[in-house]
């Protein structure tokens, strides 16, 4: 072979190793997934860091066996800039399918982003894990337009009814502590709720059920979700002179309201929702003064749901140096039920996948997981609520420290088994609240 024949070979093998290198790292044996969310906020974050863990996880493994070969995950990370500007969200949704072309997608947070982003996804039958939106209607377009919506599963938090049910057993039990240890005569109740769609049906359903439950609304408030002000309502809410403050709250305005009414000491616990409230983060956020904020949570430090829930949570603050919030259930959903899944099936064929997912109960670090068909008998890929399944934990700040306090001794209905979680503790009173009513 001439010199010059030589060199030729030789640069033609150069360049098919080239091409096939960068064949196998564009990922021709990996699963794609991409991971959607406002990325430069807290629920984003999460959302990122609980996949990546599951990726890690599972990579360090080998991969997930597809038919007879592994193949290892690639996260594919889309900032939807939902919270500023939705229509960025389909763009960043858009992305994902057409460029990225990714095999599945986990994430979205605002209702108003996510629905759009459902379309895109569904439209190009890829299967999406919902984690962070809470609208009832994400999955009830699943049982009314199947043949359209079936790729869609709610992955976190469950739907804004258990929500707000979840929420009202919370009311319950902070209004009956006070109640026996202030001696108050009847619990009253400020609604402060932000200013986005999945708050709005909470809000009716508050109006009708806590009046049910011996104690008086005083008043309705929705600031703004990003709103950097919030003295005129906390002046109205002491005012109204109410006891609790129901909270519903999913973005920046929990960290405002919760600061400013410790800076006023505003007499009344806040009890609900607070998203903000649920991340470590908080206490410096509010300069300390986020102190006694109840609020429903995911995961807790040192509150065990199942044998599965400590390793998840001590993994992730080791990895992270912060608890979990809710929107890092990414990682349940990649390993307890798309990883398995796939594996069980054999195949990325996402309607074999749907058809097994839909039937598959599986047990991950927040509770156990069953969907839901609606009382025709149609799929809504929804989520199952209460002892048994997913029922969330309470949560309260204590001197700088987020604590578990529910469920410590709860029956969902007088024939239900007590439920007590280990690690929870007694719920805390702010002494402000104390020195004004207790007599």
Same mark, same amino acid.
């Given at each position: 072979m001439e010199r010059w024949e030589k060199r030729i070979f030789i640069l033609a093998m150069v360049f098919l190793f080239a091409v096939s290198t960068f064949t196998v790292a564009s990922g021709q044996?990996?699963?794609?997934?991409?991971?959607?969310?406002?990325?430069?906020?807290?629920?984003?974050?999460?959302?990122?860091?609980?996949a990546t863990m599951a990726a890690e996880e599972i990579n360090a493994k080998?991969?997930?066996?597809?038919?007879?070969?592994?193949?290892?995950?690639?996260?594919?990370?889309?900032?939807?800039? %939902?919270?500023?500007?939705?229509?960025?969200?389909?763009?960043?949704? %858009?992305?994902?399918?057409?460029?990225?072309?990714?095999? !599945?997608?986990?994430?979205?947070?605002?209702?108003?982003?996510?629905?759009?982003?459902?379309?895109?996804?569904? %439209? #190009?039958?890829? +299967? !999406?894990f919902g984690v962070g939106a809470a609208h009832? %209607?994400?999955?009830?377009?699943?049982?009314?337009?199947?043949?359209?919506?079936?790729?869609?599963?709610?992955?976190?938090?469950?739907?804004s009814t258990f929500l707000v049910r979840t929420s009202f057993v919370h009311l319950g039990t902070v209004g009956a502590i006070l109640k026996q240890s202030l001696n108050l005569p009847k619990i009253k109740v400020a609604i402060v709720a932000e200013k986005a769609m999945w708050a709005d049906p909470m809000i009716p359903a508050a109006e009708a059920v806590i009046p049910k439950m011996g104690m008086e609304v005083v008043g309705v408030w929705r600031p703004s979700d990003k709103a950097t002000d919030v003295t005129a309502e906390l002046s109205?809410?002491?005012?109204?002179?109410? =006891?609790?403050?129901?909270?519903?709250?999913?973005?920046?305005?929990?960290?405002?309201?919760?600061?400013? #009414?410790?800076?006023?000491?505003?007499? #009344?616990?806040?009890?609900? +929702?607070?998203?903000? #409230?649920?991340?470590?983060?908080?206490?410096?956020?509010?300069?300390?003064?986020g102190n006694y904020v109840f609020t429903m949570n995911t995961y807790a430090?040192?509150?065990?749901?199942?044998?599965? *829930?400590?390793?998840?949570?001590d993994t992730y603050i080791k990895r992270f140096g912060e608890t979990p919030a809710y929107t890092a259930d990414t990682y349940a959903v990649i390993v307890h039920r798309l990883a398995p899944a796939i594996e069980k099936v054999g195949s990325l064929d996402a309607d074999k996948l749907v058809a097994f997912i839909e039937n598959d109960v599986s047990k991950g670090p927040s509770g156990t997981v069953a969907y839901l068909k609606d009382a025709e008998g149609r =799929? *809504? =890929?929804?989520?199952?609520?209460?002892?048994?399944?997913?029922?969330?934990?309470?949560?309260?700040?204590?001197?700088?420290?987020?604590?578990?306090?529910?469920?410590?001794?709860?029956?969902a209905t007088p024939e239900a088994p007590e439920i007590t979680y280990k690690g929870v503790m007694p719920v805390k009173i702010p002494p402000w609240m104390i020195e004004k009513y207790k007599k």
């Open positions: 044996d990996t699963i794609k997934i991409g991971v959607i969310g406002p990325m430069q906020f807290v629920q984003g974050i999460g959302q990122w860091n609980g080998g991969g997930i066996q597809v038919g007879n070969k592994k193949m290892k995950i690639q996260l594919i990370k889309a900032d939807s800039n %939902e919270f500023i500007n939705p229509t960025d969200a389909t763009n960043a949704m %858009e992305r994902l399918i057409t460029r990225d072309k990714v095999d !599945f997608i986990v994430g979205g947070f605002r209702t108003e982003a996510v629905m759009p982003m459902q379309d895109i996804a569904m %439209e #190009a039958k890829k +299967i !999406f009832d %209607e994400l999955c009830l377009r699943v049982a009314k337009n199947y043949n359209t919506y079936k790729y869609w599963f709610r992955g976190s938090p469950f739907n109205a809410i002491q005012r109204s002179e109410a =006891h609790i403050i129901f909270t519903i709250f999913s973005a920046s305005v929990g960290i405002t309201f919760a600061r400013q #009414a410790g800076e006023l000491k505003i007499p #009344a616990m806040q009890v609900g +929702i607070n998203v903000e #409230a649920q991340k470590d983060g908080f206490w410096e956020a509010t300069q300390k003064m430090r040192n509150v065990e749901q199942n044998e599965l *829930t400590k390793p998840f949570v =799929h *809504t =890929h929804d989520q199952k609520w209460g002892p048994g399944y997913l029922t969330s934990v309470g949560v309260q700040w204590q001197d700088g420290k987020l604590v578990g306090v529910w469920p410590n001794k709860w029956k």
